[in-house]
């Protein structure tokens, strides 16, 4: 039982970390359609990468435990999906890096777009300049959205194309409603410049004030040798001696 457990994971977590060749690469395959709580935070590890960690997980704890307790084998399903949505969870340190600097970047790519509009420019033509100015993964979206535009998409759809993006979702929104409706389009650049950055600004006062939290620790890690040795080490040395004599 055992060994047709282990070999049955093993093959899934082989399967799952294989790389996709021939003709499988010319199949365009539709992303699923995960529900908001299994739905993976921006800059997650790739599914096959997390689920195939897991799997390891769930054999691990099938090899280890089959001879102490097997009723750990009952666990198995929920560690690995468990550990498939925790892994969903965790954001590594580049990509949260690079989505801060991004979101940073926003209001001067709105900017750009409204000086463009305000002087009288069509909304296309000021994208692309936005586009041809900005840099890092800003300009790659702006110019997904000129791209849209170029091969005869309507500014509206152009922009609607971005509502899988959660940084540009609410943004992509507006300005393809105001496109569709004729409002003021100035109007609502400016006040999603202005929301994002205040939240810039709030981010960075968070932040400010978890450097102190994150200290506390390596801190006392640093200062508990030097306690020890200058005031919990003297006490004791004098209660000895005391005792001795």
Do not use: N
């Amino acid at each position: 039982m055992i060994d047709w457990l282990a070999a049955g994971l093993g093959a899934a977590a082989v399967y799952l970390a294989w790389p996709s060749r021939g003709l499988g690469r010319l199949t365009a395959r539709a992303a699923p359609v995960l529900p908001a709580w299994a739905a993976p935070c921006p800059g997650a590890l790739p599914t096959r990468t997390r689920w195939w960690l897991s799997g390891l997980a769930g054999l691990a704890l099938v090899w280890f435990g089959w001879g102490t307790a097997p009723w750990l084998v009952g666990l198995v399903p929920l560690v690995v999906v468990g550990g498939w949505w925790l892994l969903g969870r965790l954001e590594g340190g580049t990509a949260r890096r690079a989505r801060l600097a991004d979101k940073a970047d926003l209001p001067y790519a709105l900017d750009l777009i409204r000086l463009g509009v305000g002087a009288g420019q069509p909304l296309r033509t000021a994208l692309a300049t936005a586009a041809e100015v900005m840099g890092g993964r800003v300009a790659t979206t702006l110019d997904r959205v000129a791209r849209g535009v170029a091969v005869g998409l309507s500014d509206a759809e152009a922009w609607q194309a971005l509502s899988d993006d959660p940084a540009w979702r609410d943004i992509a929104r507006d300005i393809a409603r105001a496109a569709d409706w004729g409002v003021r389009l100035t109007d609502v650049l400016d006040q999603h410049a202005a929301q994002l950055r205040r939240q810039v600004k709030a981010d960075r006062l968070a932040a400010a004030k978890a450097v102190g939290v994150k200290a506390v620790a390596p801190l006392g890690l640093c200062y508990l040798p030097a306690f020890v040795c200058l005031g919990v080490v003297p006490v004791i040395v004098g209660g000895v001696l005391v005792i001795l004599h």
